[in-house]
T-cell receptor, first 110, second 113 residues
Framework: GQSLEQPSEVTAVEGAIVQINCTYQTSGFYGLSWYQQHDGGAPTFLSYNALDGLEETGRFSSFLSRSDSYGYLLLQELQMKDSASYFCAVREYNFNKFYFGSGTKLNVKP | DAGVTQSPTHLIKTRGQQVTLRCSPISGHKSVSWYQQVLGQGPQFIFQYYEKEERGRGNFPDRFSARQFPNYSSELNVNALLLGDSALYLC????????????FGSGTRLTVV
């Protein structure tokens, strides 16, 4: 089976840097994705890591360590609009399924 | 360009009834996946369809079924509704079966009473 663990809630101030961790256990790992979801909205794709290392996309970066079954999402220069839930999702080896964590609610304060 | 569109946006059904949810993917996207999101939880995978064939199925009972049409739109059907089926049902589309980034629709909020 699959299991993913993320912190349930994180609070940070505007302009700061925050890291959201994700540890996973899966029978067939192929990659790790991150999604953002505002209250009442659709999940929005942020990043994907298939290989170890850091992927950078603007203010957001994502890291993966396959040997540690661990990844994180790094958000820099936090803005109020970054307040949302963030989900990590493991892609199963047969490509067709993503298993999502329970999400981390990020609260950005002025 | 239109994103992923789902209908209806909200729905209230009674236990034991049947429901059909609809999804139109982004133009040109051939893969459609369905997810169930219970309040406070992450999306759970239900089905993936590609080129009108089922390519993946999650751990959901046989009461859940789906299909994809020649125009790549899709329907999710749920029979014999239970209170526990109350959730946000999300449709996601991608260009190909093996894409790693999906575009989600805003979902259908199903309430079973």
């Amino acid at each position: 089976g699959q299991s993913l663990e993320q912190p349930s809630e994180v609070t940070a101030v505007e302009g700061a840097i925050v890291q959201i961790n994700c540890t996973y256990q899966t029978s067939g790992f192929y990659g790790l994705s991150w999604y953002q979801q505002h209250d009442g909205g659709a999940p929005t794709f942020l990043s994907y890591n298939a290989l170890d290392g850091l992927e950078e996309t603007g203010r957001f970066s994502s890291f993966l360590s396959r040997s540690d079954s661990y990844g994180y999402l790094l958000l820099q220069e936090l803005q109020m609009k970054d307040s949302a839930s963030y989900f990590c999702a493991v892609r199963e080896y047969n490509f067709n399924k993503f298993y999502f964590g329970s999400g981390t609610k990020l609260n950005v304060k002025p | 360009d239109a994103g992923v569109t789902q209908s209806p946006t909200h729905l209230i059904k009674t236990r034991g009834q049947q429901v059909t949810l609809r999804c139109s993917p982004i133009s040109g996207h051939k893969s459609v996946s369905w997810y169930q999101q219970v309040l406070g939880q992450g999306p759970q995978f239900i089905f993936q369809y590609y080129e009108k064939e089922e390519r993946g199925r999650g751990n959901f009972p046989d009461r859940f079924s789906a299909r994809q049409f020649p125009n790549y739109s899709s329907e999710l059907n749920v029979n014999a509704l239970l209170l526990g089926d109350s959730a946000l049902y999300l449709c996601a589309s991608s260009l190909e079966q093996g894409a790693y980034g999906y575009t989600f629709g805003s979902g259908t909020r199903l309430t079973v009473v």
